[in-house]
């Protein structure tokens, strides 16, 4: 078993950095190992003017630490050393010199009720509603207070701006650009009504669902951590909503041109 989410942790003058990486890519990645060791790593941390939570890996690694810390509301400063990612910035690129740039990006609380318990997570990429054998869902949804929609479809995939780049654009659905106050709602196989296209989601604005039709059960996902599966002829009421909670990204300032860019590249622009 993968062993994620090792902590190190240096202080320079006052600041208690926190640095989080795989073990595993320690294997895989040899320079990791190296820049874990190094007087580099030290003077970068040196540089900061506060506490920082320093990410090595990919996005995995990433999205991980994010779920672990988000509420020490501490900024995460992340390089890459893995192979594709979008929340990291290039290890070349990151020195003792560097500034950086603060960027934040938005969380979606969700909350589940159904046979008088509550369930309550977060998700920094998605959430994600579906039939748990890969039959058809009929949800009654709900956005801000006014919009009401009855689907029937296969899939909901409701994604942030940085999680747009995942199960959503997977979908050949349009990606957000990170720096948007918006959300979107996918639907995947739509039954009812044919080619439904994704809903654009305000910054505050609350979409609440209802399971309309019980007999098959249904899977509720919080970046890919079940919250609840229900059984057959259980009632699920789903409140999604903006988290109070903002994730801080620290980007290297002479790479945010291609921190930004990247999302593009994903859609077949050329930069």
Same mark, same amino acid.
Not at 161 to 167: E, H, K, N
Not at 203 to 230: E, G, P, Y
């Given at each position: 078993?993968?062993?994620?989410?090792?902590?190190?942790? /240096?202080?320079?003058?006052?600041?208690?950095?926190?640095?989080?990486?795989?073990?595993?890519?320690? =294997? $895989?990645?040899?320079?990791?190992?190296?820049?874990?060791?190094?007087?580099?790593?030290?003077?970068?941390?040196?540089? +900061?003017? $506060?506490?920082?939570?320093?990410?090595?890996? %990919?996005?995995?690694? +990433?999205?991980?630490?994010?779920?672990?810390?988000?509420? *020490?509301?501490?900024?995460?400063? &992340?390089?890459?050393?893995?192979?594709? %990612?979008?929340?990291?910035?290039?290890?070349?690129?990151?020195?003792?010199?560097?500034? @950086?740039?603060?960027?934040?990006?938005?969380?979606?609380? /969700?909350?589940?009720?159904?046979?008088?318990?509550?369930?309550?997570?977060?998700?920094?990429? =998605?959430?994600?509603?579906?039939?748990?054998?890969?039959? +058809?869902?009929?949800?009654?949804?709900?956005?801000?207070?006014?919009?009401?929609?009855?689907?029937?479809?296969?899939?909901?995939?409701?994604?942030?701006?940085?999680?747009?780049?995942?199960?959503? @654009?997977?979908?050949? %659905?349009?990606?957000?650009?990170?720096?948007?106050?918006?959300?979107?709602?996918?639907?995947?196989?739509?039954?009812? &009504?044919?080619?439904?296209?994704?809903?654009?989601? =305000?910054?505050?604005?609350?979409?609440? /669902?209802?399971?309309?039709?019980?007999?098959?059960?249904?899977?509720?996902?919080?970046? %890919?951590?079940? /919250?609840?599966?229900?059984?057959?002829? *259980?009632?699920?009421?789903?409140?999604?909503?903006?988290?109070?909670?903002?994730?801080?990204?620290?980007?290297?300032?002479?790479?945010?041109?291609?921190?930004?860019?990247?999302?593009? =590249?994903? *859609?077949?622009?050329?930069?």
């Amino acid at each position: 078993m993968k062993n994620y989410n090792i902590e190190k942790y /240096i202080i320079t003058d006052n600041h208690n950095h926190k640095i989080i990486y795989d073990s595993y890519k320690i =294997e $895989e990645k040899p320079e990791l190992q190296e820049f874990l060791e190094s007087k580099k790593l030290v003077k970068i941390l040196e540089n +900061m003017k $506060e506490d920082v939570i320093m990410v090595l890996g %990919w996005d995995g690694t +990433m999205l991980k630490a994010i779920r672990k810390y988000y509420k *020490q509301e501490k900024a995460f400063l &992340p390089i890459n050393y893995g192979s594709r %990612w979008f929340l990291l910035n290039n290890k070349n690129f990151v020195n003792k010199k560097s500034e @950086f740039i603060e960027r934040e990006y938005p969380l979606i609380d /969700i909350k589940v009720e159904s046979e008088n318990k509550k369930f309550n997570d977060v998700a920094f990429n =998605e959430i994600i509603v579906k039939d748990r054998a890969w039959k +058809m869902v009929n949800l009654d949804i709900i956005i801000a207070s006014e919009n009401h929609l009855e689907l029937k479809w296969d899939w909901l995939i409701l994604s942030t701006p940085a999680g747009s780049t995942w199960s959503n @654009f997977s979908n050949y %659905w349009p990606l957000l650009p990170h720096s948007s106050n918006s959300f979107v709602i996918t639907y995947l196989w739509s039954y009812s &009504p044919k080619r439904n296209p994704p809903s654009i989601i =305000e910054n505050d604005d609350i979409i609440q /669902i209802k399971n309309k039709w019980r007999i098959n059960s249904i899977l509720i996902n919080a970046d %890919w951590n079940k /919250i609840l599966t229900t059984i057959k002829d *259980q009632e699920v009421n789903i409140t999604i909503k903006k988290s109070k909670y903002k994730v801080k990204l620290l980007i290297e300032k002479s790479y945010k041109k291609d921190w930004d860019n990247k999302v593009l =590249e994903e *859609q077949g622009f050329n930069n």
